[in-house]
C-alpha cells in the first residue's frame, strides 16, 4: 500500500467523536426494548456543534516487511474543506485536501500529485462516498443512510469484560458484502464497524477506544484498524493527542512545482 493509501484509508476511518444526544439518555447496558428507530435517531442526535476542528494523531502502520510510524495534522470547516498533513520529524510527508467538489493530494517522497474526483476514496472504501459522507465518517457517523425497517438491533456483550453494546445489522444482509456495527449504550457512538467480502477474501474491522468529553462533545482517545486483502494484513493504530475546537485555522496546500501527476484506475 502507497503512502497516501494508508494515510487516506486511516484517517477516513477516524472517529472524532460527537455530542451528547438530545433525545435519549444513555445507560451502561444496552436497552434490550430500545427500537431500532430510537437508536439510530440516539446516534444521529449525537452530533458535533463546531466550526473548526483542529487534531494531533500519533500513527503507527504495519504491513507485510514495512512498519513506520507518522505525526498527523487533521483540520476540519464545518461542510466545506478537511485537510490532513503527514510529516515524520517535522518534515512533511504527504498533504491531503478535500473538499465538496474534488480530492487532492501530493507526496514529497515519490514528488507526485493526484487531483480527481471521489472516486478515488470510493474505490479505497469499497463504496460510493461524497464530501458529506466523508466528513460523517470523520465525525463517527455512518455513512450509510440506514433506514429503521431495514435493521436489527441486539443488545450483545462483547470482549473478555462482556461489555455491553448495541449491534445492528442489515435484516436482508448480503452474503458478499456483510455489514455490522456495534454502539456504545452510553453515549451511542461507534464502537466498532466491519465490512466483510467473503468472495473477494477482503474484511475491513475499525474499532475505537474509550471516549473522552471536551466541552460537550465525545471524542475517541485511539482507533485500531484491520485490514484483510487475502492472505495479507495491515494494521493501523491511532493515538489521540490533541483536539481542539473553534481555533483560527489555515489550509495551506500548494502542490510543489515539477511534481508528477498520478491516475488511479
Known amino acids: 500500500m502507497k503512502l497516501t493509501h494508508f494515510i487516506l484509508v486511516a484517517l477516513l476511518l477516524v472517529t472524532l467523536g460527537c455530542g451528547t444526544t438530545k433525545s435519549i439518555e444513555g445507560s451502561v447496558i444496552a436497552d434490550k426494548n430500545l427500537s ?19 487534531a494531533r494523531m500519533q500513527v503507527k502502520y504495519e504491513a507485510p516487511n514495512e512498519s ?19 510529516s515524520i520529524l ?9 473538499t465538496p467538489e ?14 480527481g474526483d471521489f472516486s478515488l476514496i470510493s474505490n479505497l472504501l469499497g463504496t460510493q462516498i461524497n464530501f458529506d459522507q466523508v466528513q460523517r465518517l470523520l465525525l463517527g457517523q455512518s455513512i450509510l443512510d440506514v433506514k429503521p425497517k431495514t435493521v436489527s438491533v441486539t443488545p450483545v ?13 442489515p435484516r436482508k444482509q448480503n ?8 454502539l456504545n449504550p452510553d453515549n451511542f457512538m461507534v464502537h466498532q464497524a466491519q465490512i466483510s467480502q467473503p468472495d473477494a477474501k477482503k474484511n ?19 482507533l485500531g484498524i484491520l485490514a484483510q486483502d487475502g492472505l ?25 512545482k515539477g511534481y508528477t501527476q498520478r491516475s488511479f484506475k
Not at 456483550?157 to 453494546?165: D, R
Open 36 to 54: 431500532a428507530k430510537a437508536l439510530l435517531n440516539a446516534h444521529k442526535a449525537a452530533s458535533q456543534d463546531f466550526n473548526t476542528l483542529a
Open 68 to 86: 513506520q510510524s507518522i505525526t498527523t495534522s487533521l483540520r476540519i470547516r464545518k461542510g466545506s474543506i478537511i485537510w490532513i498533513k503527514a
Open 90 to 98: 517535522g518534515v512533511t510527508l504527504a498533504k491531503i485536501l478535500i
Open 102 to 115: 474534488r480530492v487532492r493530494f501530493y507526496e514529497t517522497l515519490s514528488n507526485s500529485y493526484f487531483e
Open 157 to 169: 456483550s462483547v470482549g473478555e469484560s462482556k461489555t455491553s453494546k448495541y449491534r445492528i445489522t
Open 175 to 182: 452474503l458478499n458484502y456483510m455489514l455490522s456495527m456495534l
Open 204 to 222: 475491513l474491522l475499525v474499532q475505537y477506544g474509550p471516549y473522552q468529553k471536551i466541552e460537550e462533545d465525545y471524542y475517541p482517545t485511539q
Open 232 to 256: 495479507e494484513q495491515t494494521r493501523i493504530f491511532i493515538r489521540y493527542k490533541k483536539i481542539d475546537l473553534n481555533v483560527s485555522v489555515g489550509f495551506p496546500f500548494n502542490i510543489p
